[in-house]
């Protein structure tokens, strides 16, 4: 990414607006009890794949250290909106789930506003806006090396309508994927035109 050009006006535009979108979603979620980072966490753990739900994987996603999501962890579980469970293969390996509770809230993400707000736009602006965030936030990972994550239907190793009787089938993991599975954002994915 050149840092040293100076943005044309409507990047700057779409930045300005990138930031005052998340300003009125976040004003949105201190209403639900949580901080910004606590509801990144519960969003995130509402939406990973099974292979994804773990303290590692987050701090990944969130781009942000064990410790600091260690804390967010923790504050969440108080809360009674997660438990950790040892992975029955590994009893090394914690995961994520998110409670009854954790899920009731996780519908009620403030983050569905900014969706509502969306639909109403012409169904090809949307695709169009999609497209260009997406472009976006690929660039400024690369940028940055963070890891890509995203869901299965983007993703190289995804194999749909699996001749072996799965829905779906991941040739990295060699492991079935049902629909919902295909849907949810994997630490794994590795983008189709990497
Ligand atoms: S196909 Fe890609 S995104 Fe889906 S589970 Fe496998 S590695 Fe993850």
Redesign the pocket.
Known sequence: MDRSADPPPEARAIAELVDRLGRVVRAGEHQGGLNPAQWEALRYLARC?R?SNTPGALARYLAATKGTVSQTLNALERKGLIERRPDPASGRVVRLLLTRAGRALAAKDPLIQLATAAAGCDRRVRAAAADVLADMLAALQRANGLVPF???RT?R??RPHAPNGAPHW?A??DER?SEA??RSI?V???PLAA
Do not use: K, M, T, Y
């Open positions: 794949n292979f995203g869901v299965c993703c190793h995804f991941c990295l993991l994927l599975d295909s994997c794994e994915h590795s």
